[in-house]
């Protein structure tokens, strides 16, 4: 499946993120620092 919503709770070191999919379902939820944020986004 393919996260349609992405959230981010910003905060100074810890991220909060979650992905849903078109129906609302929860794809994940995770807590990131700062430098594993990038890497979410930009995969290589």
Same mark, same amino acid.
């Given at each position: 499946?393919?996260?349609?919503? &992405?959230? &981010?709770? #910003?905060a100074?070191? +810890?991220? *909060?993120?979650?992905? +849903?999919?078109? !129906?609302?379902?929860?794809?994940?939820?995770? *807590? #990131?620092?700062?430098? *594993? $944020?990038?890497? $979410?986004? !930009?995969?290589?």
């Amino acid at each position: 499946m393919k996260a349609t919503t &992405i959230g &981010i709770d #910003l905060a100074k070191e +810890v991220f *909060q993120v979650h992905g +849903v999919d078109e !129906h609302g379902k929860r794809l994940f939820n995770k *807590q #990131l620092n700062r430098s *594993q $944020i990038v890497p $979410i986004f !930009h995969p290589t």
